[in-house]
């Protein structure tokens, strides 16, 4: 590691331990005629100190020089308000001279005046033309000699080091340390904290931050807590993040307890490259040590949880954080209705977005557009509009992200006008659509078989300078697929790889999809076989695609054979894969087969959504297995899912045919409540009961 190979190597303090004494102040002697002068002068401030002093010394204005400034100060540096006004006095008619600036700053910092003296030193350095390296061994000089006479007090040499870090001349800074040293002075902790901070985030920064922190222990400088947080960050902010965990770990070895901070800026560097183990175990040992996590710490928990997909556990974090009585801000509740979007719990989005505001933190741009992302994605415009004229109506402008959501979401369900329009309004505005926004277009426009529409919208995209890239070709891929064009889309395919786009996994799928609801098996299954061949992972999806279309066709030893060779490679199927192979079973009447899918897939640790449960329960309704059908209804409705009309239907009329009339009546009166539609057999079979 970093930490190691800087540690293992010998590094010299390259100061002297003999110090030097401070030189002896030994200003101009004035003349006889001088120095009656500077006595006047002297008098009258003392005298006449309430009147001001434009007024007063005017009559000295026209013979007052450089000299006649420092010989006054002599005679008033113990009176601290008169020293400022006199030398401002001064300053309006001549720039002060180094040893002048000096002088006062050295009074300042003896009557602890400390941001005088520091504005002193910055007004100097900010002045325009310096020769700094020239101008920086000036001050230096006149710092060293002007400190035995006129202050003696170490914080000044404190003051002009943070000035040097402030105005970024760390090289300057380091000299400067370095010249002081061999007059026995030690800069304090604090101010090497400053410098430290002020490194840059870069290796060589790195590198200088240690070589420091290693050599100045040996001159006298003991670091503290801070001093670690600092060198923490940096690595962290370098992506060292076991360099920082060890730094973590030496902390107390060498005197100094680890703070929140400490821990905080270490969990924060776990969380970023996603490591949630070693998330967990610094928040345990934080509750050993009794320190409780701070803001940053639950953002960034929050936001890895929240990147993991693990919304609801991010969402428990929020709340331990509100009972401990630390307040959320913008970040975290922003961050948290992000991830419930993208996990499509807008609800709870929804809710946590009003929350936010109950707390008077005022949703932003990017909160909004995470929420109209969200009801884009599930297709509910009506939503998204809403949230869309409520964010314009808080003066907020939505941006190019914003609005090519919302024109994904009109293309998804359709509304390709709705769609144009928010595309010109936004070029009138000065928007600039990008790729996304033209993909989407095209993509909307190909589900709409509209495909000559996408193809010249494409060719006006490139007229742009925009490139295709491989989502706006699976777009036109999936377009041409659906309006049953498969030669095209195949061809499109091949023009991918001449410009030198790669067909991905989607591509292949999408192809592979159209050629099995073509009926031809043996090509989509040339497509997998390519697909493998060029190293590409199929997902799930590409099995579904594969298992639907052998169960479409009968091919049901086909399906079972792909669902074996799946659970061999260790490629999980889900429920998806399942539902195909038990409804064609149950198509069949083969309800002790459907029975023996059913049982595997749970075997597996798939669990059932609400399609199994309704093939399922058509199959024995239809086998009239009423009891399965009854305890599976009932299953389902315990977790939280419904009957379909269809399997409505099919319960009835086993129920019936069994001679069930009460179960039949009961489920006949539940289905008309809900409002769902009965099949006419049904209603003959109850009038005919009936009479």
């Excluded at 005017?58 to 002599?74: A, D, G, R």
């Excluded at 006479?149 to 870090?165: A, C, M, T």
């Excluded at 040992?285 to 556990?313: D, R």
């Excluded at 076989?529 to 799930?540: F, S, V």
Aim: glycine fraction near 6%.
């Amino acid at each position: 590691m970093f930490l190691n190979r800087f540690l293992s190597q010998t590094l010299l303090c390259s100061s002297s331990t003999d110090t030097r004494p401070f030189p002896d102040y030994s200003p101009k002697k004035p003349t006889i005629r001088d120095s009656e002068f500077a006595h006047q002068i002297t008098s009258t401030i003392k005298l006449r100190r309430f009147e001001p002093l434009p007024r007063i010394l005017k009559p000295y204005e026209s013979k007052f020089q450089s000299n006649h400034l420092i010989w006054v100060l002599m005679k008033i540096k113990n009176d601290y308000g008169l020293v400022l006004d006199f030398f401002e006095w001064a300053c309006l008619r001549r720039d002060p001279t180094l040893e002048v600036r000096s002088i006062v700053v050295q009074i300042a910092v003896a009557s602890k005046d400390l941001k005088m003296a520091r504005w002193l030193i910055l007004d100097f350095w900010r002045k325009p033309n310096l020769d700094v390296s020239l101008s920086f061994t000036h001050f230096v000089e006149q710092l060293l000699y002007t400190y035995k006479d006129w202050g003696s007090d170490p914080n000044v040499f404190d003051v002009f080091f943070q000035v040097l870090v402030e105005v970024e001349m760390l090289d300057e800074a380091m000299k400067f340390f370095d010249k002081i040293l061999n007059y026995g002075v030690v800069i304090s902790v604090d101010s090497w904290n400053l410098y430290l901070s002020r490194l840059p985030d870069s290796l060589h920064g790195c590198w200088k931050a240690m070589k420091v922190f290693i050599e100045l222990p040996q001159v006298g400088v003991c670091w503290n807590t801070a001093s670690y947080n600092i060198l923490i960050h940096l690595f962290c902010q370098l992506g060292k993040i076991k360099d920082a965990h060890l730094l973590l770990l030496q902390m107390e070895f060498r005197g100094c307890i680890p703070d929140v901070v400490s821990y905080s800026t270490i969990i924060n560097g776990y969380c970023h490259i996603g490591e949630l183990q070693k998330v967990l175990r610094l928040i345990r040992e934080m509750q050993i040590k009794q320190l409780n996590p701070n803001p940053c710490t639950y953002n960034s928990i929050i936001h890895l949880l929240c990147k993991m997909g693990k919304v609801v556990e991010a969402e428990r974090i929020l709340r331990e954080m509100i009972n401990e009585g630390i307040y959320p801000d913008f970040v975290v509740f922003s961050t948290l209705i992000d991830g419930l979007c993208k996990r499509g719990n807008l609800s709870a989005a929804y809710m946590l977005f009003h929350e936010m505001q109950r707390w008077r933190i005022m949703p932003d741009l990017l909160t909004y557009t995470s929420l109209i992302c969200g009801f884009c994605q599930i297709g509910n415009m009506i939503e998204a509009d809403k949230i869309f004229h409520e964010m314009c109506g808080r003066g907020l402008e939505p941006d190019e992200v914003t609005c090519t959501a919302l024109i994904d979401g009109y293309c998804k369900v359709g509304k390709m006008k709705d769609a144009f329009l928010l595309h010109n309004q936004m070029v009138q505005v000065g928007l600039v659509p990008n790729v996304v926004t033209y993909t989407a277009l095209a993509d909307g426009l190909c589900k709409s078989g509209e495909l000559d529409t996408a193809n010249e919208l494409l060719h006006e995209m490139c007229g742009k300078g925009l490139q295709l890239n491989i989502i706006t070709y699976n777009a036109m891929v999936n377009g041409l697929c659906k309006a049953g064009n498969i030669v095209e889309a195949t061809k499109l395919m091949e023009d991918m790889e001449v410009v030198g786009l790669n067909p991905d996994t989607f591509t292949y799928t999408t192809l592979m999809d159209a050629y099995c609801k073509a009926g031809d098996m043996s090509k989509a299954q040339e497509l997998l076989q390519r697909m493998l061949d060029r190293g590409l992972q199929p997902t799930i999806v590409t099995f579904n695609v594969l298992m639907n279309g052998f169960c479409m066709f009968g091919m049901l030893e086909e399906s079972e054979r792909l669902l074996k060779w799946m659970l061999d490679k260790g490629i999980m199927p889900n429920a998806i894969t399942y539902n195909s192979l038990m409804k064609q079973y149950c198509i069949r009447n083969n309800m002790c087969a459907t029975t023996a899918v059913y049982k595997g897939m749970c075997a597996q640790g798939v669990l059932p959504d609400s399609n199994t449960y309704n093939i399922l329960i058509k199959g024995h309704s239809k086998a009239r297995n009423m009891k399965e059908a009854w305890f599976l209804h009932k299953e389902m409705v315990g977790k939280g899912f419904s009957l379909t009309p269809s399997s409505y239907n099919a319960m009835i009329k086993g129920y019936l045919k069994r001679k069930k009339f009460l179960e039949a009546s009961e489920l006949f009166d539940e289905m008309r409540r809900q409002g769902l539609i009965v099949d006419k057999e049904i209603y003959d079979l109850f009038l005919d009961i009936k009479l």
